[in-house]
């Protein structure tokens, strides 16, 4: 079992810029598909963006598309997300998760439900 732990986020003004991270323990997830999403407030939890297992492949919520860049280390074992121009509707609880094993690692997976490892979280607020 791998523990995800998830660094980075805080409060921003709209227009800004936070970098989030996660560092995986436990095993490394070299060889796993990776993602980030969030839960706002009174809403379900939703897919921002995902990265398969060499980088080589990446997908995102229309909603990050052009603000938001995912990355990896595999060598240190960590994911990022570079969030830019924040609105205020990007307030929420950020998750970093690792998918299956058991699936294709060359694939990004947007849906929540591939993913077996999740961190605690963190928050992100944006004021406006």
């Known amino acids: 079992q791998v523990q995800l732990v998830e660094s980075g986020g805080g409060l921003v003004q709209a227009g800004g810029s936070l970098r989030l991270s996660c560092a995986a323990s436990?095993?490394?997830?070299?060889?796993?598909?990776m993602g980030w999403f969030r839960q706002a407030p009174g809403k379900e939890r939703e897919f921002v963006a995902a990265i398969n297992w060499s980088g080589g492949s990446t997908e995102y919520a229309d909603s990050a598309k052009g603000r938001f860049t995912i990355s990896r280390d595999n060598a240190k074992n960590t994911v990022s997300l570079q969030m830019d121009s924040l609105k205020p509707e990007d307030t929420a609880v950020y998750y970093c998760?690792?998918?299956?094993?058991?699936?294709?690692?060359?694939?990004?997976?947007?849906?929540?439900?591939?993913?077996?490892?999740w961190g605690q979280g963190t928050q992100v607020t944006v004021s406006s």
């Open positions: 436990g095993r490394t997830v070299s060889n796993s598909a």
């Open positions: 998760a690792a998918a299956r094993l058991t699936l294709y690692r060359g694939g990004a997976y947007t849906n929540s439900v591939w993913y077996d490892s």
